[in-house]
T-cell receptor, first 115, second 113 residues
Framework: DAGVIQSPRHEVTEMGQEVTLRCKPI?????LFWYRQTMMRGLELLIY????????DSGMPEDRFSAKMPNASFSTLKIQPSEPRDSAVYFC?????????????FGPGTRLLVL | QQQVKQSPQSLIVQKGGISIINCAYE??????FPWYQQFPGKGPALLIA?????SEKKEGRFTISFNKSAKQFSLHIMDSQPGDSATYFC????????????FGKGTHLIIQP
């Protein structure tokens, strides 16, 4: 079974450039999460969607970050313009939300380096 | 504000020993407490999870102990093996796991042969 798929796996860019991270959730899952992992701050929730609708974006650092989920099988996280402090590993996770339950399955992550 | 506090930051255990990692939370709305295991270069993977209606859950060599009144929970790894060497994260969620997770800072566990 295919798990959560993220692309690219690694991204190196220069400050000021636009970065787009992509995620394909597990087929049939109806909730999708974006997390960021850094040494200083650990794993942080950025935003999550239920049935393609953003539910909680309070973790999005600032207006430079935006996320979309145009359909049940695809989501993007965009950073424009990127800054060196955005360097981190970005994880996408998905779950099948049934009532108030759901196990989150994580993708392999995108390692972003902003120079 | 750190809502889930995890300790220790790092832990070295001899093969065959018991590894114990502790977490404490503040938000009484949390009702789902998973533990994730992460190997270098990989995404976190669910190890075991508990809900506050039970005080203990065991799956193989892994056990979660939960103390609702103290707002604490812990992971015990029995008969620790070198393959258990990884980073472990506790987490909590108010929505049974279907809402966003709040993670602890992680524990880097090393099992010495």
């Amino acid at each position: 079974d295919a798990g959560v798929i993220q692309s690219p796996r690694h991204e190196v860019t220069e400050m000021g450039q636009e970065v787009t991270l992509r995620c394909k959730p597990i087929s049939g899952h109806n909730s999708l999460f974006w997390y960021r992992q850094t040494m200083m701050r650990g794993l942080e929730l950025l935003i999550y969607f239920n049935n393609n609708v953003p539910i909680d974006d309070s973790g999005m650092p600032e207006d430079r970050f935006s996320a979309k989920m145009p359909n049940a099988s695809f989501s993007t996280l965009k950073i424009q313009p990127s800054e060196p402090r955005d360097s981190a590993v970005y994880f996408c996770a998905s779950t099948l939300r049934t009532g108030l339950a759901g196990t989150q399955y994580f993708g392999p992550g995108t390692r972003l380096l902003v120079l | 504000q750190q809502q889930v506090k995890q300790s220790p930051q790092s832990l070295i255990v001899q093969k065959g020993g018991i590894s114990i990692i502790n977490c404490a939370y503040e938000n009484t709305a949390f009702d789902y407490f998973p533990w994730y295991q992460q190997f270098p270069g990989k995404g976190p993977a669910l190890l075991i999870a508990i809900r506050p209606d039970v005080s203990e859950k065991k799956e193989g060599r892994f056990t979660i102990s939960f103390n609702k009144s103290a707002k604490q929970f812990s992971l015990h790894i029995m008969d620790s093996q070198p393959g258990d060497s990884a980073t472990y994260f506790c987490a909590a969620s108010p929505g049974g796991g279907a809402d966003g997770l709040t993670f602890g800072k992680g524990t880097h566990l090393i099992i010495q042969p």
